[in-house]
């Protein structure tokens, strides 16, 4: 054992617990600790302690070279495992600052265009720290099909998010005038996009808790997360066809869209959820 090593070499050296502790900075207390096994030296003086004994490492810990440099391969993959995971939460950390930042601006702003702007700019930030550390924070590599369905789902957001907040913007202060039935239009076309885009690249967004059809329960598990996006894209069409039809044949457009809305991402939501329910439960 490490405790019976280090007494042991300590003796054939014949340094008392005392020198031994000035030759690697603690005290005399410390080095009887160790050799009672009451503690263990911390990994980084290993090195140091082995030094002032005359031994190499794997002499004091009793370990084959090769079992060392496994051990140190492992420290290292911890640390950086260790320093990632840091990384990560301090962008997520930003992604949270931005958009808690939006809420805070939106109710200072003079009018709606810029409100509508300044959460729009927190949004592109928000969304751009996203972007610009997808593998750090999803793990999924960028050139795989996964990475790739998801900075496209990246770009088209921004891009929604630009034309929206522009459109706003622009019509706040009349410089762009459009008509009641030109907005229904204008809001029809942007709906069928989103739901045409996502119906068609959800099965190929990978797991993750970023982007995607983030529920509680589809962020939780991985086959529940694959399930709800299926079935997302089989259903995009049925109600992008119920969607227009609905706009002809009914005046209140807001519910029509509110309505289609709802079972487009309700459908899937409800459905996964009760998948997710009968898993746990069993």
């Given at each position: 054992?490490?405790?019976d090593q280090?007494k ?11 020198q ?5 900075h ?12 009451a ?7 290993l ?5 002032a004994?005359?031994?190499s ?9 090769t079992?060392?440099?496994?051990v ?7 640390q ?15 992604m ?40 750090l924070?999803?793990?999924?590599e ?16 921004i ?7 522009v459109l706003?913007f622009l ?8 008509s009641v ?5 204008l ?11 996502f119906g068609?690249?959800a ?7 970023y982007?995607?059809l ?5 962020v939780?598990d991985e ?8 079935i ?8 992008l ?11 209140n ?23 997710f ?6």
């Amino acid at each position: 054992m490490l405790c019976d090593q280090i007494k042991k070499y300590r003796l054939q050296r014949g340094l008392t617990q005392e020198q031994l502790g000035e030759k690697v900075h603690v005290v005399r207390q410390t080095v009887s600790k160790w050799e009672s096994g009451a503690s263990v030296p911390d990994g980084d003086l290993l090195p140091q302690l082995a030094a002032a004994l005359e031994v190499s490492v794997s002499q004091l810990l009793e370990i084959e070279d090769t079992q060392l440099s496994e051990v140190q391969a492992r420290l290292d993959a911890l640390q950086a495992q260790q320093k990632r995971s840091e990384q990560a939460n301090r962008k997520r950390g930003l992604m949270l600052f931005f958009a808690f930042l939006g809420l805070i601006l939106a109710p200072a702003m003079p009018n709606t265009a810029w409100a509508v702007a300044a959460v729009s700019l927190c949004l592109l930030a928000s969304v751009a720290v996203l972007g610009c550390n997808l593998e750090l924070l999803t793990h999924v590599e960028r050139r795989s099909a996964g990475g790739r369905a998801m900075v496209k789902t990246t770009v088209v957001s921004i891009l929604m998010v630009i034309a929206l907040a522009v459109l706003a913007f622009l019509e706040q202060y009349g410089i762009v005038v459009l008509s009641v039935q030109a907005e229904k239009i204008l809001a029809t076309a942007i709906l069928c996009g989103f739901m045409v885009f996502f119906g068609a690249i959800a099965p190929k967004i990978p797991y993750n808790r970023y982007v995607g059809l983030r529920l509680p329960w589809t962020v939780c598990d991985e086959e529940t997360w694959y399930l709800a996006h299926r079935i997302l894209a089989l259903i995009s069409l049925p109600v992008l066809v119920l969607f227009l039809a609905g706009t002809i044949a009914i005046e209140n457009y807001e519910a029509v869209a509110g309505i289609s809305m709802l079972c487009w991402i309700g459908i899937p939501g409800a459905l996964s959820y009760r998948f997710f329910r009968k898993k746990t439960r069993a």
